[in-house]
């Protein structure tokens, strides 16, 4: 069985939040949409298609595990249109410049309406990746790559286009609009950054000397220079509600990690990478 | 498949509108409004829209204990359409069991389409091409579309002579034919206007729309005295009156379970005429509480006749591989 990969490109149509940590009353965001994120996005959309009313949580575990088995992707990076093509904007190339460039806050405080006047003890800050670039004004993209099995029976390119990604969706958070789905040609990733081997099932991802992680990577006895962090999730179980379930997927290395050699790497669920 | 809908308002303010970011000071003004990132035209928050509709809505059906941030006292929230359509949290058992159920609507950020200022030829609309087309307007100009130069503006009306926008002087470059989606063309408010609309370069927009935002100074008066506090005077801004916005709400209804036994017939909770028409779906209930914003407001300054919108003509409508049409 063969894999086909796709370069996908979609813009930004809001702001967009990755819940990441909070500090105080702010509410960080990480500067990529990482797997979970999408895997999640996908899930929902692909669930609520199929199924109708889409309130069991059995549809959307089993859904869930099927995008599992027939899709993979990396994490989606913010990009910028240059010329007909489009520019990552990594997040650690130069972080004094991106994150004044990409990322914003949003302060907020709910409302008494009868009152009109703040609710208290409801000050809050949501901090998200802007639609535009704070500079410029220029539109936002993310640029990723989905990996799909030949056979696959999932209508995740229908879903694309409309998916909504991260948080505070209920106020227009997280809005994307699909611009370009093409086949890739070769085995290069984000312009040669990294390239692409696929196995039966599963994909390595190599990178050379020095290269940078794009994803979070287990790597026990690999000679990675970068931080590490608990890569947790919150998940939707049968068994309590929205968020209450821990999800642990171990102690990993920040995407933007520098490996000290040519290394490769498998993808696994939620576009994790495994030494 | 879950019932997947997009619906866009056209909204115009009706008083000036204050959407607060907290108080700072930021260049002129002590007390400044939300801005888009990047382009800094002002903005009506979704969180707002939000907000507002939530608690209109709910006092529309008689249950204001379903606006709250804890629906705790509402008896029923499953069977309560504002509970069903923003989302609720649902305690049983003395409280140990809490279950969340998110919402089925998204409500966008409101943008600015049309802006009014203050020209030789009285007051003028101005807006961009991108933003018209983004809001299903089509343009044309000599039988197609053209963005205007940096220095030029397009107008809907006859001139030839320079046009002061504010203090900013733009050449005419020429005549534009703007026409408004079906079910909008009618519209008294859009007819008012749709002579006298300016369309300038999207780099401009942004200027024109700061330079004639409206600004007013306050100060408390001190009643013993009757003057002025030391101390005490403070600047803000606002949406001016008159500024045309659109903005979005998306349907995403996995639930397919609206109350409709209770709500179709047009009852409140406490069996009472529903004001307005009977809610069908949770896409009624978030139209019945923006129409509220017109006689409530939204943002601050409420009680100095600060905030209201009013909704110009239907929603246009939009199923998921559908062409978008007006609802009626």
């Known amino acids: ?275 | 498949m879950a019932t997947y809908q997009r619906q866009q308002y056209l909204l115009m303010t009706i008083d000036p509108v204050h959407i607060g970011t907290g108080g700072y000071r930021l260049g002129r003004v002590d007390n400044s409004i939300v801005r888009e990132p990047g382009t800094r035209v002002p903005k009506i928050p979704g969180t707002s829209l939000h907000g507002a509709a939530r608690s209109y809505a709910a006092q529309l059906y008689e249950t204001p204990e379903a606006a709250g941030q804890s629906q705790d006292n509402v008896q029923y929230p499953d069977q309560n359409p504002v509970c069903y359509t923003f989302g609720y949290i649902e305690k049983t058992g003395n409280g140990n069991n809490v279950k969340a159920y998110s919402g089925v609507v998204n409500i966008f950020d409101a943008h600015v389409l049309l802006f009014p200022v203050y020209s030789m030829t009285g007051p003028v609309w101005v807006t961009t091409l991108g933003r018209l087309r983004e809001a299903g307007f089509t343009v044309k100009h000599n039988g197609a579309a053209l963005e205007p130069q940096t220095s030029t503006a397009l107008l809907t009306w006859d001139r030839k002579d320079d046009l002061n926008l504010g203090w900013l002087m733009v050449n005419v470059a020429g005549k534009a034919e703007v026409t408004a989606p079906n079910g909008w063309q009618n519209e008294q408010r859009w007819q008012a206007i749709a002579n006298r609309i300016v369309l300038v370069n999207e780099s401009l927009f942004s200027h024109v729309v700061n330079s004639n935002l409206e600004v007013r100074t306050s100060v408390a008066i001190d009643p013993e005295r009757g003057a002025a506090e030391e101390g005490a005077l403070f600047t803000y801004e606002a949406l001016p009156r008159a500024t045309f916005l659109t903005t979005e709400v998306v349907l995403d209804d996995y639930r397919e379970a609206f109350p409709k036994d209770k709500c179709g017939q047009g009852k409140t909770d406490k069996n009472n005429p529903l004001p307005g028409d009977p809610w069908n779906c949770p896409l009624d209930v978030v139209k019945a509480g923006l129409r509220m914003i017109e006689w409530l407001g939204v943002g601050g300054m409420g009680t100095r006749g600060f905030g209201r919108l009013v909704i110009v003509g239907e929603p246009l409508k939009q199923k998921y591989g559908e062409e978008r049409g007006n609802e009626q």
């Open chain 1, 1 to 275: 069985m063969t894999w086909q990969v796709y370069h996908v490109i979609v813009r930004l149509r809001s702001p967009l939040h990755i819940g990441y940590r909070k500090v105080g009353n702010v509410q960080r965001t990480r500067p990529y949409v990482t797997g979970r994120a999408l895997w999640g996005a996908l899930t929902m959309r692909l669930t609520r298609d199929a199924t109708a009313p889409a309130t069991g949580s059995h549809a959307y575990q089993q859904i869930g595990d099927e995008v599992h088995q027939q899709l993979a992707f990396t994490y989606f990076y913010p990009a910028l249109q240059s010329g007909n093509d489009y520019q990552v904007v990594w997040p650690w190339d130069n972080e004094t410049l991106f994150r004044p460039r990409f990322l914003s806050s949003y302060q907020s405080t709910a409302l008494a309406y009868p009152q009109h006047a703040a609710a208290e003890g409801m000050l809050h800050e949501v901090e998200y990746i802007s639609p535009h670039t704070l500079d410029t004004g220029q539109p936002v993209y993310l640029q990723g790559y989905i990996f799909a099995k030949t056979d696959c029976t999932l209508a995740w390119q229908s879903a694309l286009e409309r998916l909504h990604i991260g948080g505070e969706r209920g106020y227009g958070w997280g809005a994307t609009e699909l611009v370009q789905i093409s086949p890739c040609e070769d085995d290069q990733l984000f312009g040669g950054v990294a390239q692409f081997q696929q196995s039966n099932n599963s994909f390595t991802i190599s990178l050379p000397k020095d290269g940078r992680l794009l994803a979070h990577t287990k790597a026990d006895n690999a000679a990675i220079i970068g931080n590490l962090e608990p890569l947790v999730g919150r998940e939707w179980r049968s068994h309590g509600g929205a968020g209450q379930h821990i999800a642990f997927t171990g102690v990993c290395f920040s995407p933007g990690s520098v490996v000290a050699t040519a290394q490769c790497f498998t993808v696994k669920e939620f576009g994790v990478w495994e030494a």
